[in-house]
């Protein structure tokens, strides 16, 4: 016994860390709250679980402030990896999985200008307004790059809360460009904030645009190509493989781990994981979910869901934690009349940055386009403008960034991480609520299909029509020529339709027979009918 | 541009730390790739997952370490958050949801005394073992505690890999006693680790056994009693709620959250988080389950398997990449011979330690069973003894905590991560390779019913006939005094059975009228026919 009269007894009854363990209780608790008060609210037109989870959040972060006395309202502490690892793949991957993939291509090109465009756009528009108003409130030691950073953080629009507040079904058409526009624009934020980290502004010339143009693109296409190939990987594995001898749990598991491995390639290669994930899941959900079992199509749909829909709560209730930041408060050092002049000037700006590019887009837009029932009315435009103007988990991780790590410490730093969450929530509880009925009231009052709603099917009719008439490329051979003329005609008075039309010949006899999808495996009846089927279908 | 001048030019490409990226996206490769060779290994007997996976982790940390030129082979350093938060809780949520719970509770007698006695005895021989061997190798440093630290870590059977070997359709009535042991004794081992850890030992007397009993049955009791709790409000919460309008993405988050919580809540109370959340699965599957969408239901039953599949998996290869933990192994100083004598002694004490309760236990067991036909049969006894003397990612976690986190850093402590290090991978791979064989060659070549499989189902309509013949208890009323009377002979002569029975009455009567379940909510046609559907039949 003598050999333990050097250990002084220890009261060791677990050996994880306890702080670790009530956060995560903390936090499920909490969840469960969120889902069960989400459920209770779903009836109500002002809430919706973000706002739900937001102020139960900000409750919840009140009460650690009390219980701790003041010292941090933070369980955990916000983590940038926790957020860009964990939670913002799951909710992209979903978004692709589960969009109209038919409507959204439809719509690509305003996507793209919308979400290209217009956040440079925007962002110019902020950063002008940061450096010229800042100086005139007071606040004067942020340099150049801050100023052009703010304009980055403050471009990211949050596109979990818009999927909440905008219904796929009920208005498809904006649905599909508010949201196209946020994942676009989630992408140029990231790379716009990246490349005012990375370039050297001692260096100033004209090549720094087309420098950035250069990096955007090869971003996008090399981060699409990315996401595309994994995809088509995932359908050519489970197709070769699985052929036969059909195993749910590893084929749902080999589809999870496929995407997120998508996501890690992206970052892994500094190219935009935001945008791989989202193809990933477009291609994922066009061949590879045709290629599993029945009990594999449904529980990937309800489990990518499912997990994209905690990873949304999750992102509000650590937001809503956060906010009482009690340290960036004191640290700052500002007064309640500098904190809420900084926070409405961000405001402001988020307001005109985005007016100053939805209306004139969607006014040339409109110009272009010949047919009355294209264009995009006014009322469309007016909520393009309002839905976008949240701004969630991306800004404060991106404001973060910016501002907490940076080597020097300055009051002015802590003043604009806690202006932008100033901003944030109240974008999100006031946009978010109010987006809903403002919908109703100036959408569904005059209820009418909306036009732009119903025109695609009439015109890939026609679209079918006139090719049957010039000879369908497919059926006659022999007569090349005429019939390309007249594909050239049609794809520059059909574009997006025409583009389709190709693309499903191309799809049909290429990419299916290798890659399986829809009418490529036995069918199985008793398919399940929802967003991921319906969405691959003409 | 002059406030520029004093930052210099970084290259900040991306805000995540580069090797947590490069970790994980190794770790999703190698996941993939074990999936796709487990289906390719799928037809082979010597063979599965877990080795698969264990081999590749080995691969990969060998690659590793050439890459890093020999200075560490880990890319994730083994954490016991992870293992304990992350990875166990879904693997043993998953096999309690999935268990077939007549069966089980039918051998709950035998699982229990497997479980509890022979745990208690087989850490008995170990820490007496390791006492008395350790000397004589030349092992002198150890203290008391440690002995009896190395005695609970050698008891904690794997039941993961324990799952993949023995299957629950061709051998149900091992299946269920080797399974059920296992969830019993990783909570048994864990007790016995954290009561050597917290016991003083300079105070020993006649009390500390007492203690000790009385601790491991408040743990049993209060552990199970919170994951019933837990379970009964996740049943009674999707019930009462979500009656009428039923939302998947919501029930399946709100049966995650909850199974989570009951793990969480259980490790914040300093239970055993196993055993609540194994029967937290048993109840949710029992209830919950029954009450929500036929598309909740597939998705529950494939996506809890799928993370618990992950999991698995994750596991092995983790352990497999850990074990040329290169620090370690230089500090233990210990020769190859030296290793080997107490790797291969520890090997020993874990044959023996088994041996010793297995087959005594299984007699005790037999004489007290009158009905041939439900006598273990010594062949079933030597498979049981086999199946359990895998060690996995427990043992693992338990040495770490013991002996690399301990405040001296001794040759000797590295001397006993490293031996058990070559124990888990030595038993694993052996006897993980040769059981299915082996059970094969035992059993399956004399093809006849196990006499235990068989035997319940007879004596069930015996018990319904013998019931009949006295007067339901449930059908007459007015004469309670002689159907009491035999009901308590019948308890007698049929334990698990009348029990069973009772069970049955009384959860028909009270249980699912309030918390709902099979046959109390509207009949769903097409319900999925699987392990959790049919273990709630009968």
């Not at 756009?121 to 002008?128: A, G, H, R, V, Y």
């Not at 790379?191 to 260096?203: A, K």
């Not at 489970?238 to 390639?265: C, N, P, Q, W």
């Not at 499912?306 to 700052?332: P, Q």
């Given at each position: ?25 903390v ?27 937001l ?26 990896d ?36 217009g956040?440079v ?8 307004g ?27 629009t ?10 796929q ?17 989630d992408?140029?934020?990231i ?18 645009a ?20 994994v ?36 970052q ?113 435009q ?10 969630g ?8 960034n ?44 005059h ?64 990419m ?11 069918f ?13 279908s003409?």
């Open positions: 016994m003598s050999s333990l009269e050097d250990f002084p007894l220890q009261l060791v009854t677990s050996y994880l860390d306890t702080s670790t363990i009530i956060a995560l209780s936090f499920f608790a909490l969840l469960c709250a969120c889902i069960i008060i989400g459920h209770l609210l779903e009836e109500n037109r002002w809430a919706n679980e973000s706002i739900a989870a102020l139960l959040g900000l409750c919840a972060g009140a009460v650690v402030l009390l219980v701790k006395k003041g010292k941090s309202s933070q369980l955990l502490k916000f983590s940038e926790l957020f860009f690892l964990y939670l913002l793949p799951p909710i992209i991957f979903n978004a692709g999985f589960q969009v109209k993939k038919k409507r959204f291509f439809k719509n690509f090109t305003t996507i793209l200008l919308f979400g290209i465009f956040t756009i925007s962002f110019c528009i902020i950063s002008l940061v450096f010229w108003l800042f100086r005139k409130i007071g606040v004067k030691h942020l340099n150049i790059k801050d100023h052009l950073a703010i304009g980055a953080i403050l471009s990211a949050d596109s979990v809360c818009t999927l909440q507040v905008l219904s079904d009920e208005t498809p058409f904006l649905y599909s460009i508010v949201f196209g526009e946020g994942v676009v624009n992408a140029t934020s790379v716009l904030f990246n490349s005012v980290q990375t370039l050297d502004f001692r260096n100033i010339d004209g090549l720094i087309l420098k950035l143009i250069g990096t955007f693109l090869y971003l996008f296409f090399s981060s699409t190509a990315l996401g595309i190939v995809g088509l990987l995932s359908a050519f594995i489970i197709k070769t493989l699985y052929f036969g001898r059909h195993s749910t749990d590893r084929e749902v598991a080999l589809m999870i781990l496929m995407a997120y491995f998508s996501y890690m390639i992206a892994f290669l500094n190219l935009s994981g935001i945008l791989t994930v989202f193809f990933c899941g477009i291609v994922m959900s066009h061949y590879t979910w045709h290629n599993v079992t029945e009990s594999s199509r449904i529980t990937t749909k309800h489990a990518f869901a499912t997990m994209s829909f905690i990873a949304e709560t999750f992102i509000f209730l650590y937001v809503g934690m956060d906010a009482l930041d009690i340290d960036k408060w004191r640290e700052s050092k500002a007064s309640a009349g500098t904190s809420a002049a900084v926070s409405s000037t961000l405001f402001a700006l988020v307001l005109v940055g985005r007016a100053a590019f939805v209306f004139p887009i969607a006014t040339i837009l409109n110009c272009v386009q010949k047919r009355a029932s294209s264009k995009i009315q006014f009322k469309e007016f909520i393009i403008w309002w839905a976008g103007l949240m701004r988990a991306v800004t404060i991780a991106l404001s973060y910016q501002f907490a790590n940076s080597v020097r410490k300055s009051p002015e730093s802590a003043l604009m991480i806690t202006s932008t969450i100033i901003v944030v929530l109240f974008s999100t509880v006031f946009c978010g609520s109010v987006t809903k009925p403002l919908i109703e009231a100036v959408m569904l009052r209820r009418k299909p909306m036009a732009s709603d119903v025109a695609d099917n009439l015109s890939m009719e026609e679209l079918r029509a006139l090719l049957l008439e010039n000879g369908d490329p497919s059926d006659s051979n022999n007569d090349q020529q005429a019939p390309r003329a007249s594909n050239l005609r049609l794809l520059i008075s059909h574009p997006t339709t025409t583009v389709h039309y190709f693309w499903r010949k191309f799809d049909d006899r290429f299916r027979p290798v890659f399986g999808g829809r009418g490529f495996v036995p199985v009846p008793g398919s399940p009918t929802g967003a991921a089927d319906e969405s691959s003409t």
